[in-house]
């Protein structure tokens, strides 16, 4: 099974960027293929459920996108390098949060947690002036 770690957060000020990246592993001695999983990345607001942010499938070839991102968010996956990223640009306070990516196996564009299996801890995004 995978193991996904979330790095690239931190705090910025409203109209930077960030460039997260969700580096996946094997667990125990479990194997896996990268490609073989669709990767979705979610927010949650403090104090907030968990909400969808952004979603690529395993082949690369489709994304999907929260209406709350308005074009301002940019994911793609490098599965070379068993990672899957997220560009956010413009930065707003309302993209506060922590940022968790989820891996499900097959080809898939859902933006509803409960259709992941597999979860990151999450890295925190803070938008600040």
């Known amino acids: 099974q995978p193991q996904l770690v979330e790095s690239g957060g931190g705090l910025v000020q409203p109209g930077e960027f960030l460039k997260l990246s969700c580096v996946a592993s094997?667990?125990?001695?479990?194997?896996?293929?990268?490609?073989?999983?669709?990767i979705a990345w979610f927010r949650q607001p403090p104090g907030k459920a968990r909400g969808g942010v952004s979603t690529i499938s395993s082949d690369g070839r489709a994304t999907n996108y929260a209406e709350s991102v308005e074009d301002r968010f940019t994911i793609s996956r490098d599965n070379a390098k068993n990672t899957v990223y997220l560009q956010k640009n413009n930065l707003k306070p309302e993209d506060t949060g922590t940022y968790s990516c989820a891996a499900r196996f097959g080809n898939h564009q859902s933006l509803r947690p409960t259709r992941y299996r597999y979860w990151g801890q999450g890295t925190r995004v803070t938008v600040s002036s």
């Open positions: 094997n667990s125990g001695g479990s194997m896996f293929t990268l490609n073989s999983y669709s």
